[in-house]
């Protein structure tokens, strides 16, 4: 008998336990749902707005054609002896207007690029 007394004590005190109330889970879920939807929403104006905005710079840039300028390749030496890079630079320009400007710094362009080389060796 005195195992029968043991036995049901754990029984007892598991159904005295309370049953936890499934309103405050369901208010939690709610409120979470709520947030998470309120979020999205405000991300996806902001994202849809901006990519409005892009998608009109970027037609634009098809509009206009790029505008390549082409430097001479030239060669650099290399830390190491007897070995050696060539280089070739062209430039994209956007403005059309431009094309004038560079073309008659090309020289210059050159110089700067080969007094940056000799500086490094």
């Not at 634009?60 to 830390?79: G, I, Q």
Request: with cysteine.
């Amino acid at each position: 008998m005195a195992e029968e007394s043991v036995s049901n004590e754990p029984e007892k005190a598991q159904e005295e336990k309370p049953k936890k109330s499934k309103k405050k889970l369901i208010i939690i879920i709610a409120g979470a749902l709520l947030v998470f939807s309120i979020s999205g929403f405000f991300a996806y104006t902001m994202l849809l707005s901006k990519k409005g905005g892009a998608e009109g710079e970027t037609e634009k840039k098809k509009e206009e054609k790029a505008l390549l300028v082409a430097l001479d390749p030239f060669v650099l030496n290399l830390a190491e002896q007897g070995r050696f890079l060539k280089v070739t630079i062209h430039f994209e320009l956007t403005d059309v207007s431009q094309q004038p400007l560079v073309e008659n710094n090309i020289p210059q362009i050159n110089k700067e690029c080969l007094i940056i080389n000799q500086k490094k060796a």
